[in-house]
């Protein structure tokens, strides 16, 4: 079962259970091959966005919205915090 927006785009493919009154969406999880194509999009192509990447696989013939690639984008390196010695530059004598 496909979800759609409704721009009539493929949101995910998601797996629907029914527990006791409720109906449950989980989202399946992406082939290996589509994860390593979306890393491999995203480190030979730093400044592309989460859309631009989307775009692109849609050209492919994937249809996988910004969220779900977005989930699959390596993580930023943290920033470093700010040296003590800096600080104490700073200061009036």
Do not use: C
């Amino acid at each position: 079962m496909s979800l759609t927006h409704r721009s009539g785009a493929a949101v995910g493919q998601f797996v629907v259970a029914v527990v006791g009154q409720f109906l449950l969406a989980v989202d399946t999880p992406l082939a290996p091959e589509l994860v390593s194509l979306i890393e491999q999009m995203a480190r030979e192509n730093p400044l592309w966005s989460r859309r631009r990447i989307a775009s692109e696989l849609a050209k492919l013939g994937h249809a996988v919205d910004k969220d779900t690639v977005a989930k699959y984008l390596p993580k930023p390196a943290p920033r470093p915090a700010p040296s003590p010695v800096a600080n104490l530059e700073d200061l009036p004598p």
